[in-house]
């Protein structure tokens, strides 16, 4: 079974460019997360999606931050303008309906110069 | 809300010694408990996970056990390996009740294995 996709892996930009993030989960698996991960820290929930729809964003700053999951299977994380404090590890991770545990991506690793 | 604590790191054993990562959780009802560990440049990956009270999850050679009694789900390796060397996350997901199956995470700990 394959894994969670994500990319680019590695990404470094200028403060107040805009950088966008692909996610593939498991096939099959309806809910798909979006962490952000600052060095030395746990993961920290941006967005959840059931299907193609919203379950919670409270904590994504939607004031520079959108992301989006058309048809249900694909996600993308959008960061618009992008600041310093944008640094971190952004992780996606999928789960199967009916179980706790979520199944993660690699990560891509921002930088902002 | 919930929340999970662990253990400072950075933890330095040699090969062969024994590991304990303590691990206690807030949380109301009886949510899920996982460790997850990240290798150097590399996702999360699920390592174990104890879905019940005094429930024992394991997997390549560590445990932990659900303690509802005191909130805990230390993890746990006799012999660590120098391969063991990882930053080991404990999560927990909420009562099914709840609905939403977030994890809430720890800070980390690393792990170093030296030969």
Redesign the interface.
């Known amino acids: 079974e394959a894994g969670?996709a994500?990319s680019p892996r590695y990404k470094i930009i200028e403060k107040r460019q805009s950088v966008a993030f692909w996610c593939n989960p498991i096939s099959g698996h309806a809910?798909l997360?979006w962490y952000q991960q600052i060095l030395?820290?746990?993961?920290?929930?941006l967005i959840?999606f059931q299907n193609n729809g919203v379950?919670?964003d409270s904590q994504l700053p939607k004031d520079r931050f959108s992301a989006e999951r058309l048809k249900g299977v694909d996600s993308t994380l959008k960061i618009q303008p992008a600041k310093l404090e944008d640094s971190a590890v952004y992780?996606c991770?999928s789960?199967p309906t009916g179980r706790?545990?979520?199944?993660?991506?690699?990560?891509t690793r921002l930088t902002v110069l | 809300g919930d929340s999970?604590t662990q253990m400072e790191g950075p933890v330095t054993l040699s090969e062969e010694a024994c590991l304990t990562i303590n691990c206690t959780y807030t949380a109301t009802g009886y949510p899920?408990l996982?460790w997850?560990v990240q290798y150097p440049?590399?996702?999360?990956?699920?390592l174990l996970?104890a879905?019940k009270a005094d429930d024992k999850g394991s997997n390549k050679g560590f445990e932990a056990t659900y303690r509802k009694e005191t909130t805990s789900f230390h993890l746990e390796k006799g012999s660590v390996q120098v391969s063991d060397s990882a930053v080991y996350?404990c999560?927990l997901?909420p009562d099914?009740g709840a609905g939403?199956?977030?994890?809430t995470?720890?800070?980390?700990t690393k792990l170093s294995v030296i030969p």
């Open positions: 969670v994500q809910t997360y030395g820290q746990g993961p920290k929930l959840q379950v919670d992780l991770a789960r706790h545990e979520q199944f993660f991506g690699p990560g | 999970v899920s996982f997850y440049g590399e996702g999360l990956q699920l996970k879905t996350f999560a997901s099914s939403s199956y977030q994890l995470f720890g800070k980390g």
